[in-house]
């Protein structure tokens, strides 16, 4: 299978970057681990005016090894929530240090956003690194209050699961912030097509030509030609989840976000047929009682809202085909609020297109669309 993204190696031009990120993470992890017990948060670890630089010249410091590339500074925000946030996302902090410092690199996925930002994937696919603007972090770090105390409260919340945010600077050069969070398609199975899904229409839909759409791309609204039919008890849990997380999101003050789903075809789809239109030739139309245990090789993976669910995919329109799909799924790109660019993208779009179609809108217009969006494609299985 097609791994996503180009492997970052000598004489990339985000090289040093890559470098830096990995000593800066191998040195906050490691620091935390070994000179602080893991204590109960305080608010002051919540505040932004804890500032935690750090100076790597190259030839090392008592505190830092030396390493290849120019000096460069590094900070961390708030690293106690992080590190708290990440033993209740379960990652074990060697772990997390070996995906992201070993000597493996990382790879960089081709801008797979309109924002510029840009995307690493740890090779064990398990963490994903998104570069952010100052705004998104400044977003994050003021919702983190809240967002650790709904965390805590849903362990099934579908927003992203954040494990870091960081800074770099080089010396002479511009500062980098990126967060590190889950990557949600982690997965034994792999993801034949994934939806970016808004609720919004207006220049939803992917430009690439059908020909040249396959299991990378990103799909969007317009896109989806499948209505999800999930067990009864799944679907009351999202439902229930989606309108608890929306609700988060609205009281913070956000709008933008996606729900980005992930489907896992069952039977055999060979990877030449997977354009669009060749989904619906594919053979493994679902039989009503069919057993799903044969198709896990007897070690199941665990199954959880968003993760490993069992569904059909019902195509819409006449005469739809249905598929036994696995679905991945979970709420992104939570980082924007509606400021200034987003009145103003709102405004100009308004211009062009009927106002209530277009993705900039205020937040509570927007919580209210995506919900009644996600009500439409997914559906009770009776
Ligand atoms: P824009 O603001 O233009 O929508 P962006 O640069 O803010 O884009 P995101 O929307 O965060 O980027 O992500 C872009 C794409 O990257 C998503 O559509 C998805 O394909 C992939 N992606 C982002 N976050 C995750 C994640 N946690 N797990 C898996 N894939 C992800
Ligand atoms: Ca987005
Ligand atoms: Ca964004």
Not at 251 to 256: F, K, Q, S, V, W
Request: glycine letters at 6%.
């Amino acid at each position: 299978a097609k791994k996503p993204g180009e492997t970052i190696s000598k004489g990339h031009k985000n090289y040093d970057l890559m470098l830096n990120l990995q000593l800066g993470i191998r040195y906050s992890v490691g620091k935390l681990a070994s000179l602080t017990q893991m204590r109960d948060l305080r608010q002051g670890d919540f505040d932004p005016k804890e500032k935690f630089w750090t100076r790597f010249p190259p030839e090392g410091s008592k505190i830092t090894p030396p390493h290849q590339s120019v000096e460069f500074r590094w900070k961390d925000y708030c690293p106690m929530v992080f590190r708290h946030l990440r033993r209740l996302f379960a990652v074990d902090p060697a772990d997390y240090m070996l995906a992201i410092c070993g000597s493996d690199a990382l790879r960089e996925l081709s801008s797979p956003g309109k924002s510029g930002s840009f995307f690493y994937l740890t090779q064990d696919d398990r963490f994903i690194i998104k570069t952010v603007k100052k705004s998104e972090v400044k977003v994050l770090i003021k919702m983190l209050p809240s967002y650790f105390q709904h965390v805590c409260q849903y362990k099934s919340s579908l927003v992203t699961k954040f494990y870091g945010v960081h800074c770099v600077k080089p010396i002479g050069g511009q500062k980098v912030r990126f967060i590190v969070m889950g990557n949600l398609f982690c997965s034994e199975f792999h993801i034949h097509r994934r939806f970016d899904l808004k609720g919004s229409s207006h220049g939803r839909m992917t430009d690439k030509p059908e020909g040249e759409i396959d299991e990378t791309t990103t799909l969007k609204d317009l896109d989806l030609n499948f209505v999800f039919r999930l067990h009864k008890i799944w679907f009351e849990e999202l439902m229930g989840q989606i309108d608890r997380d929306c609700e988060f999101l609205e009281a913070e003050g956000i709008m933008d976000y996606s729900l980005l789903v992930g489907l896992h075809f069952c039977g055999d789809i060979s990877s030449s047929k997977t354009s669009l239109s060749a989904c619906s030739s594919s053979p493994c139309r679902l039989s009503r009682n069919h057993s799903d245990s044969s198709r896990f090789h007897g070690r199941r993976p665990l199954i959880r809202l968003g993760a490993n669910m069992p569904a059909r995919a019902e195509q819409s329109g006449h005469g739809g085909e249905t598929f036994e799909v696995i679905l991945y799924f979970g709420i992104i790109d939570i980082l924007q609020d509606y400021d200034i660019s987003k009145k103003l993208e709102h405004a100009y779009k308004s211009l062009q297109a009927d106002p209530s179609s277009i993705s900039a809108v205020d937040p509570k217009l927007y919580s209210r669309r995506f919900r009644d969006f996600i009500r439409r494609i997914f559906v009770e299985d009776r």
